[in-house]
């Protein structure tokens, strides 16, 4: 059992969401403390078993008195238990400081962030604003929130429906989002890359498909991005892509959805603006591709049981008109 | 207890007519003097449960209602071992459709509820109301009829949240149920408010208990008992009652707020209104942080009781582990914070409950450190009780060692609400006090039924639960850090946590099967397991000093304590005191901190009213779901029932 545990513990160190795979200052911090707490708690462990396994190999009965009892022998456990009980209190006080002054650490580093980005929790996508001070350059996006690598960058966390909880094992501990309360996560992602988290506070029926995604990129990378979202919508390219943004606007998408660009402004579902630029569909529970696309509009109960998404009704011509204008929405 | 012909009280006045509640010409026989068949004969008569239906539900014999609670809370065992057994099923591999997130949600807040409200909560309790009341040596527990309300309360609570859950509206918001997502607006239907009213049921039950259990400590104690020689079993269950009665009136409030909010329409919890969501978890992990040590201290009390017997000593630093258990119940309170540390709460004052968790952990050291020192005489006797306990140490210490982790701040932010933290507290739980409740029903099994349950299928128990348990919980830390959330219905397969979720599920069912195998040998032991004799483990405290299964009289004669271990003191005979009337249910009434005999009380009859003030408040707290005029309609039937629960008995006593 042991080297099985061995095995899944060195495969699991790979994974894009793992504590224990650090990415950035605040999760380093984070593996490191988890490290040290574990194998000092191993050696408190080792050594209380090693106490209770010591009387089963003794070879001496305890006397047939139960009331008996040698006084010398029990002034020397007394001694033992009570420096037992003062090493207990010397690794407690130890390990409270550390931990203390981990908690100074986090807080630090994201002392100078540049970007801040609020980031909203809705039943069941995160809502992603880009802020700036020029209300043309704000950007509403959702579920992937890119970021500038090396650079430290402010989460406002907060709710509109139920509590949710921001959490990217690789770059920081979580926090939750509480509709009237406003939390700040400072993250910092060292190198570029892709680092997958989800909604860990349960937040109804569809908790588990509450994926987002942190990409970071080389600031001009990132901001090529930033410039190129916050261009309205592509006009339609084809004639079916045409007659796909028409039925947006007719049918009840156009009542959740917003589309810059277009009459379409719903802001209670995902913006749509440049959905075919995100990587995943309905926050990381679907790869971006053009039949997804399809089966999550066809089907969005069937895929996300419970989610706000209603099922259109479409005929297949219908459906694939407007699969081929989302599909344009780079 | 052998001796009929020690009959006076050494050093003890006998109980003073004059200051008692009854004058010398309305006295009845008494058993001073009288000789032991017909004492049987006398005391059978006035103390047995009636015969027939109604007189089995009239019962208010502290053994069968606790007998009822542990078959109760047993059966809810199972029921909640196969919520998780589902569960396991589901998550057994990526994408599995088994089960969809709607019955998913059920399961897993069925499972917590069952688990923390009907089975842990009332087992040790229902063991406390079998055993303190022998261990003190007296013939009934306080308030025998409350004591059987309570229970008719819990089974109408579980039977309220199992019938929701088959007609498919069990809660789904998770056993802490946390606004807003229990709140009016995203919890529609009448889920929550089931969790809402089956806690109250629960509550009420326990809080009738607790305050039985309190006051059976502190005034019935057979004389001699002082303080000092209290057992320790007794000693944690009066801390866990102190902890149930400051505890749960918090999680009361906060269940009565979420009614109050979404029946009445109050916004208590909802911030667009000026409510705080914040303000439910600080209410609820006041309860629910206690709620672990409700739980956890009577099996520490256990393994007191347990580990001198098979050490074949007294147990080491017996004093400190009161004080230990004292400590635990009032630090128990101050550490509620450390469930909310990602809640973003300011950090200096996170900081301090950091430290606060840390410190319970001391007292806790102390009392295993306490118990190895007990162990270290000589090669202890291995029968299964101990076996459990030794799994108890495996298990437990690391759950307190993953709780360590957990208080400190930074550490919790990564691994709270992953699968790290369900590992950590079934480790805590099920090794802290579902080990030490199979080590005690070993233990006390023949002081119940009066048959041994067979050591062979004890040990098979132990090793296929040993195994299974730490199979299926042990990888649970490690798929938490890899960042697997908790109450996920499913996960990606992308995410490797296919191959883990399996190896966890194998361990799960065989965790299960073991207690299949457990359930086997209780029958097998009931049936035709060995005689066991009133004393099968030579052990020392008061009730093994009657007969297995006890009389419904628990004492003939009321034992007079003289040693902490008072059987092991007085190895030929129990010296007795006497002078309580025969043809009455008369208590000896003792003073709190010398135990001296103090009053003669009248113990209550059997009585049918109990249940029917229950089905009373239990049809009120069901209507309550759906109108809060529920309260009102249902006052009057509670009215009436409790009318006739006190009603004049036309004793002397009543007429004064």
Redesign the interface.
């Given at each position: 059992?042991t080297f099985?545990?061995c095995v899944?513990?060195l495969?699991?160190c790979?994974?894009?969401?793992?504590?224990?795979d650090p990415k950035g200052p605040a999760?380093g911090?984070?593996a490191w403390?988890?490290w040290f707490?574990?194998a000092l708690?191993a050696v408190?462990?080792v050594l209380?078993?090693i106490?209770?396994v010591?009387?089963?190999?003794?070879?001496?009965?305890?006397?047939?008195e139960?009331?008996l009892?040698d006084e010398a022998?029990?002034r020397r456990?007394?001694r033992?238990?009570a420096f037992?009980?003062g090493l207990?209190?010397i690794i407690?006080?130890g390990?409270?400081l550390?931990?203390?002054f981990?908690?100074r650490t986090?807080?630090a580093i994201g002392s100078e962030a540049a970007l801040t980005i609020r980031v909203t929790g809705h039943?069941w996508w995160w809502e992603v604003r880009y802020e700036d001070a020029t209300p043309s350059r704000i950007l509403t996006t959702a579920n992937e929130i890119h970021i500038p690598a090396g650079e430290p960058v402010r989460l406002l966390?907060t709710s509109t429906?139920?509590?949710h909880?921001f959490?990217i094992?690789s770059l920081?501990?979580?926090?939750?989002l509480?509709?009237?309360?406003m939390?700040?996560l400072d993250i910092k992602a060292d190198k570029p890359g892709v680092y997958?988290?989800?909604?860990?506070?349960?937040?109804?029926?569809?908790?588990?498909?509450m994926?987002t995604f942190i990409i970071a990129e080389p600031r001009p990378k990132f901001d090529a991005w930033l410039n190129d979202q916050l261009q309205p919508a592509g006009a339609p390219a084809s004639g079916e892509a045409k007659a796909g943004a028409d039925l947006f606007l007719k049918r009840p998408c156009v009542m959740c959805h917003r589309i810059g660009g277009t009459p379409a402004g719903g802001t209670v579902a995902p913006d749509l603006t440049h959905i075919a630029s995100r990587k995943t569909l309905a926050a990381?529970t679907l790869t971006m591709s053009r039949g997804n696309l399809a089966a999550w509009i066809a089907d969005p109960q069937g895929i996300k049981?419970?989610s706000h998404m209603p099922v259109a009704d479409l005929n297949g011509d219908e459906l694939n008109a407007i699969v081929a204008y989302l599909e344009g929405l780079k | 207890m052998s001796s009929a012909d020690v009959t006076g009280d050494r050093h003890i006045p006998e109980p003073d007519p004059a200051k008692g509640d009854l004058a010398p010409e309305r006295d009845g026989p008494r058993d001073t003097g009288m000789d032991d068949a017909s004492l049987h004969r006398w005391l059978e008569r006035t103390w047995r449960t009636p015969s027939g239906i109604v007189g089995a539900l009239s019962s208010v014999d502290h053994k069968v209602i606790a007998r009822r609670y542990l078959i109760t809370a047993f059966v809810f065992l199972g029921l909640g071992g196969l919520n998780a057994v589902a569960m396991r099923i589901q998550l057994s591999g990526p994408q599995r459709g088994l089960i969809g997130p709607d019955l998913y949600n059920q399961l897993f807040t069925m499972h917590g509820v069952t688990m923390m409200f009907l089975f842990a909560v009332p087992i040790v309790q229902a063991t406390g109301i079998y055993l303190v009341p022998l261990m003190v040596g007296t013939r009934n527990i306080a308030f025998p009829r409350l004591n059987a309300f309570g229970y008719w309360i819990y089974v109408s609570g579980g039977a309220f949240a199992w019938v929701s859950f088959a007609l498919n509206m069990a809660p789904d918001v998770g056993w802490f149920a946390y606004v807003p997502l229990s709140g009016p607006e995203f919890a529609p239907g009448k889920r929550a408010d089931v969790w809402a009213q089956m806690i109250t049921y629960t509550e009420v039950s326990s809080l009738a208990v607790a305050v039985a259990t309190i006051v059976t400590v502190f005034k019935q104690r057979a004389p001699g008992m002082s303080l000092d020689k209290i057992p320790l079993y007794v000693w944690a269950m009066l801390v866990t009652s102190f902890v149930v009665v400051f505890a749960m009136p918090a999680v009361m409030i906060t269940s009565t707020f979420l009614i109050l909010d979404r029946l009445v329409g109050t916004h208590i919890f909802n911030p667009a209104e000026g409510g705080d969501a914040l303000l439910f978890q600080h209410l609820f992990w006041f309860f629910g942080h206690p709620e672990v040590y409700i739980i956890f201290l009577p099996a520490t009390g256990m393994v007191s009781a347990i580990i001198p017997v098979f050490a074949r000593r007294l147990t080491f630093g017996h004093l400190g582990l009161v004080l230990s258990l004292i400590a635990v119940g009032f630090l128990s309170f101050g550490l509620w914070v450390h469930h909310m540390f990602a809640t973003g709460l300011p950090k200096l004052g996170a900081s301090f409950f950091t430290a606060s968790s840390m410190l319970i952990a001391i007292p806790n050291g102390v009392q295993i450190f306490c118990w190895l020192a007990t162990l270290w005489d000589g090669r202890p006797v291995i029968r299964t009780p101990l076996l459990f306990v030794f799994g108890f140490f495996f298990i437990f210490v690391i759950g307190g060692l993953t709780g360590v982790m957990l208080a400190s701040v930074p550490l919790d932010l990564q691994v709270h609400d992953t699968y790290f933290v369900v590992a950590h507290f079934h480790y805590v739980l099920i090794g802290g006090s579902v080990f030490p409740l199979l080590g005690a029903a070993y233990f006390w099994f023949p002081k119940i039924t009066g048959r041994m349950m067979s050591e062979r299928l004890g040990r098979c128990h132990f090793w296929l639960a040993f195994i299974g348990f730490n199979a299926a919980f042990f990888p649970m830390h490690l798929v938490g850090l890899w960042g697997m959330p908790r109450r996920v219905y499913t996960y990606p397969a992308e995410l490797g946590w296919g191959n883990i979720n399996l190896f966890i599920s194998a361990g799960a069912l065989l965790f299960f099967l073991s207690f299949v195998l457990f359930t086997f040998n209780l029958v097998h032991g009931a049936l035709k397991g060995t005689l066991a004799g009133n004393n099968p483990w030579d052990a020392g405290t008061l009730e093994w000093a009657t007969s297995s299964p006890p009389p419904s009289y628990n004492f003939a004669r009321i034992p007079l304590v003289t040693h902490i271990e008072p059987l092991w003191a007085e190895r030929e005979a129990l010296p007795v005191a006497t002078g309580l009337r025969v043809d009455a249910r008369e208590l000896l009434i003792s003073t709190v901190a010398e135990a001296y005999p103090d009053i003669r009380e009248k113990s209550a009859t059997p009585s049918i009213w109990p249940l029917f003030a229950a089905l009373a408040v239990g049809g009120t707290f069901l209507y309550s779901i759906f109108t809060p005029w529920a309260i009102v309609w249902g006052a009057a039937p509670i009215a009436i029932t409790l009318i006739g629960w006190f009603w004049p008995k036309g004793d002397p006593e009543d007429q004064e």
């Open positions: 059992m099985a545990l899944l513990l495969q699991g790979a994974g894009w969401q793992s504590a224990l999760a911090e984070l403390l988890i707490f574990t708690c408190v462990w209380v078993m106490a209770l010591a009387p089963l190999v003794m070879r001496s009965r305890p006397g047939d139960p009331l009892l022998a029990e456990k007394m033992v238990v037992a009980v207990t209190a407690l006080i390990l409270t550390l931990s203390f981990a908690n986090l807080a039943q966390l429906d139920v509590i909880s959490w094992p920081a501990g979580k926090l939750d509480i509709p009237g309360h939390n700040v997958r988290g989800q909604c860990a506070e349960f937040c109804g029926a569809q908790h588990a498909n994926g990381g049981p419970g | -």
